[in-house]
């Protein structure tokens, strides 16, 4: 089994900064790819940032130039820089992780349990 275990959410004030990180443990043999997603309410979960071992990254358009993801490859951790917040940037943010497992074939999703960002004056 695989584990994802996220911390660094937080209640901010528009403009500031928080820097969310993940953690995976469990049986990994190899994590291809890495990312953050994130789901306000009312509204469909949507794919915030992602990050290659090799370390391609993607953004969604509207955070781009103020969030900026990163990895440890060696400790199976991902971190989400999060600068000049705004308001809409509120939601539960969800580390993803595609695994692929020690001596088990085939690549699988895990999901981290959300960690709460609120940006408000």
């Known amino acids: 089994q695989v584990q994802l275990v996220e911390s660094g959410g937080g209640l901010v004030q528009p403009g500031g900064s928080l820097r969310p990180s993940c953690a995976a443990s469990?049986?990994?043999?190899?994590?291809?790819?890495m990312g953050w997603y994130r789901q306000a309410p009312g509204k469909q979960r949507e794919l915030v940032a992602g990050?290659?071992?090799?370390?391609?990254?993607n953004y969604a358009d509207s955070v781009k130039g103020r969030f900026t993801i990163s990895r440890d490859n060696a400790n199976n951790k991902v971190y989400l820089q999060m600068n000049s917040l705004k308001l809409e940037d509120t939601a539960v943010y969800y580390c993803?992780?595609?695994?692929?497992?020690?001596?088990?074939?085939?690549?699988?999703?895990?999901w981290g349990q959300g960690t709460q960002v609120t940006v408000s004056s």
């Open positions: 993803n992780a595609e695994v692929q497992r020690r001596r088990l074939p085939g690549v699988y999703a895990y």
């Open positions: 990050a290659t071992s090799g370390g391609i990254t």
């Open positions: 469990g049986n990994i043999f190899s994590i291809p790819s």
